[in-house]
């Protein structure tokens, strides 16, 4: 029995565009996002890892929710024979419908990786009323 592709020497190079190119150059992947119902509202839980804060922005306009991220950075070696340098551009961004929500109580926060938002059914749209049957 023989392989139809034959097997390459490994090498640093063999793996240029592997995974980790495939992993950043995947625009489904990333902002993995958790939404959960509670009594009064909604928690939202985003996964943003390799971003800080400062590159996160979340709006609310016209009834819908925006979370958008942006990130530029570049990893350089500083001597004539590096092998391989890396820069890093991206931007990704997420919308929610704010239907019934109070936008004025909308609360972020963000902590290792992992962005948070609360928000609060509009109290007009909390309601348990029994209909009468006539």
Do not use: H
Not at 64 to 74: D, I, Q, R
Not at 94 to 113: H, K, P, V
């Amino acid at each position: 029995m023989f392989d139809l592709i034959p097997a390459r020497p490994r090498s640093m190079f063999n793996n240029f565009f592997g995974d980790d190119f495939v992993r950043m150059m995947d625009a489904s992947r990333g902002m993995e996002t958790d939404i959960k119902e509670t009594e009064t509202g909604y928690e939202i839980s985003m996964d943003v890892p390799g971003y800080e804060k400062g590159d996160i922005n979340v709006s609310a306009k016209n009834d819908v929710l925006t979370v958008s991220v942006e990130k530029s950075e570049e990893k350089e070696e500083k001597n004539d024979s590096y092998i391989r340098r890396e820069r890093c551009y991206g931007k990704q961004q997420r919308s929610f419908s704010l239907a019934g929500i109070d936008q004025d109580s909308i609360d972020a926060s963000f902590e290792n990786g992992v962005l948070k938002i609360t928000l609060n059914k509009d109290a007009k749209y909390i309601t348990d009323k029994k209909i009468e049957i006539k």
